[in-house]
């Protein structure tokens, strides 16, 4: 297959976020600043590239009726390498995405990227199928988490924009995650048809 084509799949036809509406506890949950959902993207591609390969490497070895535990008991030991890897090097941010981080083993997208391509595609296509999925991941979160975090408290990255009294705190709770998704969603779908149209 295609690789960039693969890649891109998971950047616009296929992005988790804005297209297919998977992940979305982490989605609202944990991008309440940039560098938040930037990390939780980071870690959520880095399980899914290696969860992708592993399967696809051992998919004959897997009988057909217990596919799917075999698929989630992957996914949990890299999740648990992620896991004490943050611990070690990234306290900070570890205890800042607190149970999100274990609960990347439940995450629709890792499951369903392994029911529908790595179980039936090489592993180096299953490798880009993880990147441009991930990629696609990280950047919705990025731009989420920088979108709230710059309405909610004026800064971008923790960098000051504006006076933080001027920002909106609905933003950084849960209600705005819905109303910026909402609003980023629409103006996604709008340019991809436009280029669409146009195409």
């Given at each position: 297959?295609?690789?960039l084509?693969?890649?891109y799949?998971g950047?616009?036809t296929e992005?988790?976020?804005?297209?297919?509406?998977?992940g979305?506890?982490?989605?609202?949950g944990?991008?309440?600043?940039?560098?938040?959902?930037?990390?939780m993207?980071?870690a959520t591609?880095?399980?899914?590239?290696c969860?992708?390969m592993?399967?696809s490497?051992?998919?004959?070895?897997?009988?057909?009726?217990?596919?799917?535990p075999?698929?989630?008991?992957v996914?949990?030991?890299f999740?648990?390498?992620l896991?004490m890897?943050?611990?070690?090097?990234?306290?900070?941010?570890?205890a800042?995405?607190?149970i999100f981080?274990?609960?990347?083993?439940?995450?629709c997208i890792?499951?369903?990227?392994a029911?529908a391509?790595a179980?039936?595609h090489?592993v180096?296509?299953s490798?880009f199928d993880g990147?441009?999925?991930g990629?696609g991941f990280?950047?919705?979160?990025?731009m989420?988490?920088?979108?709230?975090e710059?309405l909610?408290?004026?800064?971008?990255?923790?960098?000051?924009?504006?006076?933080?009294?001027?920002g909106s705190?609905?933003?950084?709770?849960a209600?705005?995650?819905?109303i910026?998704l909402?609003?980023?969603i629409?103006?996604?779908n709008?340019?991809?048809?436009?280029?669409?149209?146009?195409a």
């Open positions: 297959m295609n690789k084509r693969i890649i799949n950047l616009v992005n988790p976020t804005f297209v297919l509406l998977l979305m506890c982490p989605t609202l944990t991008t309440s600043s940039a560098f938040n959902g930037m990390g993207g980071l591609m880095g399980v899914l590239i969860s992708n592993a399967i490497a051992i998919k004959r070895l897997i009988p057909s009726k217990v596919r799917i075999c698929y989630i008991v996914i949990a030991t999740v648990t390498v896991q890897f943050m611990q070690a090097y990234l306290p900070s941010l570890y800042t995405l607190g981080i274990p609960l990347i083993v439940v995450n890792l499951l369903g990227r029911e391509f179980s039936r090489t180096i296509d490798m990147i441009g999925i990629f990280t950047i919705a979160l990025t989420l988490g920088t979108v709230r710059f909610g408290t004026g800064s971008i990255f923790n960098y000051g924009i504006y006076p933080e009294t001027y705190l609905v933003f950084i709770l209600p705005g995650a819905f910026a909402g609003l980023m629409a103006l996604f709008r340019i991809r048809q436009k280029h669409t149209d146009h």
